[in-house]
């Protein structure tokens, strides 16, 4: 199987009835979700803009120099197991926004 069909095959697995929507501004101290679609979903699809920003997702709360960066423009889907535990902390001085739209 070639990779294109390999991606098209996943894509088309996902489920993809929109249950929500929300922003969060993410500032210097470690924030996540408080949606209440969270538990209404499967997952998430996460578009980050603005300022960079780290994240983990094991419950720990990230620092600006621990986690994962994502940077304007990332983009990353996260299961709702994660999204329980997920926390964001901005790396730098401008804050940055994760924009989440939930899918069942």
Known sequence: MSDAALIQKIQLALPTSPTGYEEITIAAVAIGPTSSQIEAS???IILFT???IR???DGTN???AIGYPQF???TIAL???SLRKVKFI???AINGV???RYYR
């Open 72 to 74: 304007d423009g990332d």
């Open 42 to 44: 499967n997952y998430a």
């Open 79 to 81: 299961s709702v197991a």
């Open 98 to 100: 994760a924009r989440l």
């Open 90 to 92: 901005r790396i730098g």
């Open 62 to 64: 990230p620092t600006s």
């Open 55 to 57: 994240f983990r997702d």
């Open 50 to 52: 603005g300022g960079s």
